[in-house]
């Protein structure tokens, strides 16, 4: 399990190409605006309810839609995107990662947290 501000993470399966997390957002927190470069993602909501922010990176504008439990999204390589929970009690998501799964493959456009 990985900590992080926002919540945690649990890494399920690290394959090839491949990695499937469990994500924990507690209530209020949200994910930073980020994007990566190398790989998509999946995001399906199992739990709770979601504040899903994507973004268009020629236009630089920003769409929030809410995900309900059995929701999902796709996020597309080189997709401004941010994961946010608005509601009083633990957000689930299950993301699966397709491409270079590497950590570093991250550039964050705003962080509450501080971090860069």
């Given at each position: 399990m990985t900590h992080r501000p926002w919540g945690y993470y649990e890494v399920l399966e690290d394959g090839p190409n491949y990695k499937v997390k469990k994500l924990v957002v507690?209530?209020?927190?949200?994910?930073?605006?980020q994007m990566h470069f190398h790989r998509v993602e999946h995001w399906v909501v199992v739990l709770g309810r979601a504040t899903v922010s994507l973004g268009d990176t020629h236009t630089k504008s920003i769409v929030n839609m809410y995900r309900n439990s059995g929701n999902r999204t796709y996020i597309k390589a080189d997709q401004v995107h941010r994961l946010a929970n608005d509601t009083t009690s633990d957000l689930v998501v299950i993301?699966?990662?397709?491409?270079?799964?590497?950590e570093d493959d991250i550039k964050r456009i705003e962080d509450l947290y501080g971090r860069a």
């Amino acid at each position: 399990m990985t900590h992080r501000p926002w919540g945690y993470y649990e890494v399920l399966e690290d394959g090839p190409n491949y990695k499937v997390k469990k994500l924990v957002v507690y209530p209020a927190q949200k994910t930073s605006l980020q994007m990566h470069f190398h790989r998509v993602e999946h995001w399906v909501v199992v739990l709770g309810r979601a504040t899903v922010s994507l973004g268009d990176t020629h236009t630089k504008s920003i769409v929030n839609m809410y995900r309900n439990s059995g929701n999902r999204t796709y996020i597309k390589a080189d997709q401004v995107h941010r994961l946010a929970n608005d509601t009083t009690s633990d957000l689930v998501v299950i993301e699966v990662q397709i491409g270079v799964c590497d950590e570093d493959d991250i550039k964050r456009i705003e962080d509450l947290y501080g971090r860069a």
